[in-house]
Every structure is written in C-alpha cells, then in structure tokens.
C-alpha cells in the first residue's frame, strides 16, 4: 500500500514538474497547447531572414486560426482518408528512416567498399602509365595495317633516342582523351584495359618504356609513369563516405535493418509498424522531432481542408467569382489599356477575313477550339496564333498593329507570311476573366476570413497571457 502511494505522489509530482516547464499556452477547442509547441512555430517562422517578421502577439492570432483549421480539418475526417495516411507516412518515414543508420553502420559499409576495392586491384597494385596509339581500323587493308606499324616503329625510335614522351604524344597520338594529357591514362589496375595492353604495362617498372605493342584498338608504345598499392583505409576514408552518401547508401542499410527486424519478428510486424513505433519513440524523446512530424501532419490537414474549403472551391466557382467582380468593379484598374484579342499568322490573305469572321459572335474564351476546328482540324496548319490579354511590350505585332508603336520590327513566322490582329482595346476590364486571377485571390481571401470567423464562433478558445509573456524568456 506505502509502496502504491509512493508511485502515485511521485507521478504527481512528475506532471506538476512537466506543467512547470512546459506549462499550456493556450487552449484551441479544448486541446491543450504547450508553450514549447508555440515557441517552436513561432521561432521557425520568425527568423532573421523573415521580411515580415511578427511580434509575439501577432502570431498568436496567426496561430490560432491554424489550430482552428487544423482542427476544423480533424472534424472533417481528413486524417482518417488514404490518400492523407499515404502522404503523411512518406514524409514522416523521410524523417525517422535515417535514424536508423549510425556512424559506425557508414564505417562498416566503408571499411567492405575499400576491402572489396584492395581485392579487385590484386596483388599486382596500381599503375600510372601513359600511351602514344596509331589506330587500325577494323578491316583494315594490309597498307593500312603497315604504315600503323612503320608510324609507331618510328615513334618507338624517336623515344629511344631522347625524345620528349608528353610532347610527342600531343603531337602525334591517336586517342585525344590522353594525347591532351601527354599520353596519361591516369591509375589503373588489372582488368580494366585490353589484355595485350594490360601484359605489356604490368611488365613495366616505373621509367621504363614498352617496345610496340599490338591491341584491338591498334599499336601502342608505353610508357610507366609509377606504380603503387592502394593507400590504407584512412587515406580513402572520406572520399569513400561521401561517395556512399551519393549512391544513397543509408537508404540501402535502413532497407537492410528493417527486412532483419521484420525476419526476427517471425510475421508479427512489417516495415509500416516498425516505422510508426520508431516515430513515436523518437517523438517522445526529442521535442524537434515531436514538432517537425506534427508541424508536417497538420500542415497537410490544413491544405487539404483549405483547399476544400476555399482554393480549389472558389477557383472552379466560376458563377461566384462574376458576382464577386460585377460588386467590386472599382477595385479592379489598370495603368494602361489592354488589347484583348489574337495575333495570328496566315498562309494566305482571304483568311485574315476569314478568322475575323469565326470568332466575330463568339465568347472569348471559344476563340481557340473554333479557330482549331475551323483553320488547323486536318492535315494542313493553316493558322498560327497567339491568344490573351496584351499590355504594350508583351507581343510585337500587336504593339505595332494596335498601340501604333513605331520601327518595331516583327519576327516572321515561316510558311506563314501574312501577320494581322484581331480584337478590341479595352480601357478598363470588361468582366471578370480580364482579371480572373486577382478577382480569384480576392474572393479566396473574403471566404477565408468568413471561415476563421464561424470558426471562432464554434470553437472556444482560451489564451494563458500569463505564460504567453514568458515566451523565449524562461530558463
């Protein structure tokens, strides 16, 4: 009994140490906020490359609103659907994979890339040698094949008798990959090269110089720059590491561990379990990584319920977005006129009437698909065009046509030598595609502010101003 009431004070006074240092900030439709989560968002979107940054009392208001989203987001059951679980278990599993690989996992992977390496090389090492070639061609005639070999006989010659080995290879060598490098190859070890080359060079010691040498590829003269064995370990250790990070080698060790720890469970759990308890330890245990996955998981509640709600909804209402422009026609002003039409390029001149007359009666937005049908619905292209809304500088033809402007000088469009325009210039705009995007990010903004307010209405909430003062200010 003394021993159950032991536990019970301590576990009492476990929470009241935790409320202490991390007491609740605030609470959004009765959940809890601790003052660490707020500090956390607050400070990563608050930093000093932030243009606008925010006090600490403007950002609860920011702050607010989201947590009312997010939650208006729970409510809709966003979280439960498949298409969010997938997505939310991709981003968290980029999180919690690398965890699993440790300092010493990249070592032991780089320790087996170098013994692998010093096993392929052999005992024979490495060597730095360099070449002059004559090529033979395949099918080569029998004068062809002679005068490769009286070539590099003469080459062989001149070398003997002193002759710089860098500076005739230059000259003279026919592979310019090395010819540029005076003949250099570069380290190379056994079975990389042709067997006659690689017989011929492997015989060399460093200085020395190679009679002729007959390959596939045609004749050499060799020359052995040095040779060595591999450096050890250390030597290599941090190109090897980064050249393990590069061909995304963790990834390859987590994949390793997880099918070990999936094996070792006999069937009882699979790699989605092991990565979701690994997160929820790692959440436990490290408060960056608690926020950064519930930063992710909210983040994408909040798109998904803001873009039922409002971005996607109010782009596509397209009855909305005319009433919304027809009741606030003076916001919407522009500096300059527009012209609001094509420019378009034709084969031939009664076709210049002929598209003024197909889109003449129509909406705008029907232009192209009647032009398609009408011009270029068969084999022969008979209509080039461009389509839009134009301020002067955007397309030449029509700052020369329809703003008048003078020596502008027209790019021709070949095979399609006649240029003209057609459309109207417009003052002001006319109706609300002439502005769709500002008029769509209006109204997206009117509709988000009457949500958060039927949110503030359905959710309670309750700010701590006594915790709220000591935000980044506690020990």
Same mark, same amino acid.
């Given at each position: 009994?003394?021993?159950?009431?032991?536990?019970?004070?301590?576990?009492?006074?476990?929470?009241?140490?935790?409320?202490?240092?991390?007491?609740?900030?605030?609470?959004?439709?009765? *959940?809890?906020?601790?003052?660490?989560?707020?500090?956390?968002?607050?400070?990563?979107?608050?930093?000093?490359?932030?243009?606008?940054?925010?006090?600490?009392?403007?950002?609860?208001?920011?702050?607010?609103?989201?947590?009312?989203?997010?939650?208006?987001?729970?409510?809709?059951?966003?979280?439960?659907?498949?298409?969010?679980?997938?997505?939310?278990?991709?981003?968290?599993?980029?999180?919690?994979?690398?965890?699993?690989?440790?300092?010493?996992?990249?070592?032991?992977?780089?320790?087996? *890339?170098?013994?692998?390496?010093?096993?392929?090389?052999?005992?024979?090492?490495? *060597?730095?040698?360099?070449?002059?070639?004559?090529?033979?061609?395949?099918?080569?005639?029998?004068?062809?094949?002679?005068?490769?070999?009286?070539?590099?006989?003469? *080459?062989?010659?001149?070398?003997?008798?002193?002759?710089?080995?860098?500076?005739?290879?230059?000259?003279?060598?026919?592979?310019?990959?090395?010819?540029?490098?005076?003949?250099?190859?570069?380290?190379?070890?056994?079975?990389?090269?042709?067997?006659?080359?690689?017989?011929?060079?492997?015989?060399?010691?460093?200085?020395?110089?190679?009679?002729?040498?007959?390959?596939?590829?045609?004749?050499?003269?060799?020359?052995?720059?040095?040779?060595?064995?591999?450096?050890?370990?250390?030597?290599?250790?941090?190109?090897?590491?980064?050249?393990?990070?590069?061909?995304?080698?963790?990834?390859?060790?987590?994949?390793?561990?997880?099918?070990?720890?999936?094996?070792?469970?006999?069937?009882?759990?699979?790699?989605?379990?092991?990565?979701?308890?690994?997160?929820?330890?790692?959440?436990?245990?490290?408060?960056?990584?608690?926020?950064?996955?519930?930063?992710?998981?909210?983040?994408?509640?909040?798109?998904?319920?803001?873009?039922?709600?409002?971005?996607?909804?109010?782009?596509?209402?397209?009855?909305?977005?005319?009433?919304?422009?027809?009741?606030?026609?003076?916001?919407?002003?522009?500096?300059?006129?527009?012209?609001?039409?094509?420019?378009?390029?034709?084969?031939?001149?009664?076709?210049?009437?002929?598209?003024?007359?197909?889109?003449?009666?129509?909406?705008?937005?029907?232009?192209?698909?009647?032009?398609?049908?009408?011009?270029?619905?068969?084999?022969?292209?008979?209509?080039?065009?461009?389509?839009?809304?134009?301020?002067?500088?955007?397309?030449?033809?029509?700052?020369?046509?329809?703003?008048?402007?003078?020596?502008?000088?027209?790019?021709?469009?070949?095979?399609?030598?006649?240029?003209?325009?057609?459309?109207?210039?417009?003052?002001?705009?006319?109706?609300?595609?002439?502005?769709?995007?500002?008029?769509?990010?209006?109204?997206?903004?009117?509709?988000?502010?009457?949500?958060?307010?039927?949110?503030?209405?359905?959710?309670?909430?309750?700010?701590?101003?006594?915790?709220?003062?000591?935000?980044?200010?506690?020990?």
């Amino acid at each position: 009994m003394k021993k159950a009431l032991f536990c019970l004070l301590s576990f009492a006074a476990a929470a009241v140490q935790a409320q202490t240092n991390d007491p609740v900030i605030m609470t959004v439709a009765g *959940v809890n906020v601790p003052r660490s989560e707020f500090e956390y968002s607050y400070n990563k979107n608050n930093t000093d490359g932030v243009i606008d940054k925010k006090t600490v009392d403007e950002y609860v208001e920011l702050f607010v609103n989201y947590k009312l989203k997010v939650q208006a987001a729970l409510d809709a059951r966003i979280d439960t659907t498949k298409a969010f679980q997938t997505e939310f278990a991709q981003y968290r599993d980029q999180q919690v994979r690398p965890t699993y690989v440790t300092d010493d996992d990249m070592l032991a992977e780089a320790h087996q *890339v170098y013994d692998q390496t010093v096993k392929n090389i052999g005992p024979d090492g490495l *060597v730095m040698a360099g070449h002059i070639l004559f090529r033979i061609p395949q099918q080569a005639t029998d004068a062809q094949q002679q005068e490769a070999k009286r070539r590099i006989d003469s *080459v062989y010659t001149a070398l003997k008798a002193g002759a710089d080995f860098e500076a005739l290879a230059k000259q003279v060598s026919q592979d310019p990959g090395s010819a540029a490098r005076g003949g250099m190859l570069g380290w190379f070890s056994r079975n990389q090269m042709v067997k006659e080359f690689e017989d011929a060079a492997f015989a060399l010691q460093p200085g020395e110089l190679s009679k002729p040498v007959q390959s596939p590829f045609g004749w050499h003269v060799i020359k052995m720059k040095e040779r060595k064995q591999l450096e050890p370990f250390e030597f290599h250790k941090e190109n090897i590491l980064r050249f393990l990070e590069q061909r995304g080698a963790r990834n390859a060790i987590t994949e390793r561990k997880l099918d070990s720890m999936v094996k070792a469970s006999n069937g009882q759990v699979d790699k989605e379990q092991l990565l979701e308890r690994r997160a929820d330890s790692l959440a436990a245990n490290d408060q960056e990584m608690r926020y950064l996955i519930k930063e992710y998981h909210d983040g994408l509640l909040l798109y998904e319920i803001s873009n039922r709600t409002i971005w996607e909804k109010v782009a596509k209402d397209e009855e909305n977005l005319e009433r919304y422009f027809k009741k606030n026609k003076k916001k919407y002003k522009w500096d300059e006129p527009r012209f609001k039409g094509i420019a378009y390029h034709v084969k031939q001149k009664s076709d210049v009437k002929a598209v003024a007359k197909c889109v003449k009666k129509l909406k705008f937005d029907d232009w192209n698909e009647a032009l398609r049908k009408t011009f270029n619905n068969d084999s022969i292209i008979r209509i080039r065009v461009e389509k839009g809304l134009f301020k002067k500088g955007d397309n030449k033809l029509i700052d020369r046509e329809e703003y008048k402007v003078k020596n502008v000088q027209v790019d021709s469009v070949k095979g399609y030598p006649i240029d003209a325009t057609y459309g109207k210039m417009l003052k002001k705009p006319q109706d609300y595609t002439d502005v769709r995007g500002q008029v769509v990010a209006d109204l997206q903004d009117e509709v988000e502010r009457l949500w958060v307010a039927d949110l503030r209405k359905k959710y309670s909430v309750t700010i701590n101003e006594e915790v709220l003062k000591t935000v980044n200010k506690h020990e």
